[in-house]
């Protein structure tokens, strides 16, 4: 009976990769068409174009790329994470009934027990599809905007990088709260390296914004209504400093841990990007204290 399971699961799975991927590309070609429009409303202008991005193709290729880089091992197809996530599933499958029999438990306990793995809230593959929708959706629609934002590199300078501001945000997402990247993905007035901007890891909540360049071609410049121009290269929330909100909040060292937090507070740390290494990666708490 398990080994049908087992079977039964994985043809679930299949199939649901198949319908995440048609999912995933009717929501980069929303994501390229919502770009386009809410950045040409805030302009009051119809500049901004999808260019190809309206193409079928172009998305089912943005799509299998986005999903490809989302691997910690690069290089393979949606596909290749159902299957990772089925071998997972497995595995943990046989740690149940091993251990299972070795304490004693009846074949109606462990049955039980299967069956909670494969559908209860929270459960092995129940939490691994929902960590794979959720952050593959988010990946899709982030990948959407930066390109359809490249395709219109004339108007659109950079990205800047908007993070959540509460006690779930990542130390690696606090030290990337509002800095700004050019669409090369070079960082403009610090040293964080982009990574390909979020999501910067599964469940990350983080997302991007355009900015716009200073000084537009003249051509482009003349569509702009002029009660638009002394408002349109604002940042969003430019007056709230993501750091210093963060240490007013009394979860602050839960977040960062009670070391990293004193070391902050005490202002041997200046900055949170000193807790991440060369590469944006967070460095251990032995190498936070041997680089200070």
């Not at 890891?201 to 209504?225: F, Q, T, V, W």
């Amino acid at each position: 009976m398990l080994d049908a399971w087992i079977k039964e699961t994985e043809a679930m799975i299949k199939a649901f990769g198949k319908d995440l991927t048609g999912d995933l590309e009717r929501i980069g070609e929303n994501s390229v068409g919502h770009t386009v429009k809410t950045t040409n409303d805030a302009l009051g202008a119809n500049i901004i174009t999808a260019g190809t991005l309206g193409q079928a193709k172009v998305i089912q290729d943005m799509v299998e790329q986005t999903i490809i880089n989302l691997q910690p091992s690069k290089g393979a197809p949606l596909s290749s994470l159902m299957r990772q996530i089925t071998s997972k599933m497995g595995n943990d499958f046989e740690l149940l009934i091993r251990d299972g029999y070795q304490n004693g438990k009846t074949i109606q306990q462990l049955i039980a027990e299967t069956g909670e793995m494969l559908i209860g809230k929270g459960k092995t593959v129940q939490r691994n599809l929902e960590s794979l929708v959720r952050t593959s959706t988010s990946a899709i629609a982030q990948e959407a905007r930066r390109k359809t934002w490249a395709q219109n590199s004339d108007l659109i300078e950079g990205v800047q990088q908007i993070s959540t501001f509460d006690s779930r945000t990542t130390v690696v997402c606090w030290a990337r709260a509002n800095k700004i990247w050019d669409l090369q993905g070079n960082p403009i007035n610090h040293d964080i390296p982009y990574n390909g901007g979020p999501p910067l890891h599964y469940n990350c909540r983080s997302a991007e914004i355009s900015i716009l360049r200073r000084k537009l071609p003249k051509h482009l410049e003349d569509k702009i209504p002029a009660s638009k121009r002394a408002t349109m290269y604002g940042l969003i929330d430019a007056d709230v400093d993501p750091q210093e909100w963060l240490r007013k909040q009394p979860w602050a060292e839960e977040t960062l841990g009670k070391t990293r937090y004193k070391l902050w507070m005490d202002g041997t740390i200046k900055d949170l990007s000193q807790l991440l290494d060369q590469s944006g990666n967070p460095l251990n708490i032995e190498k936070v204290v041997g680089y200070i």
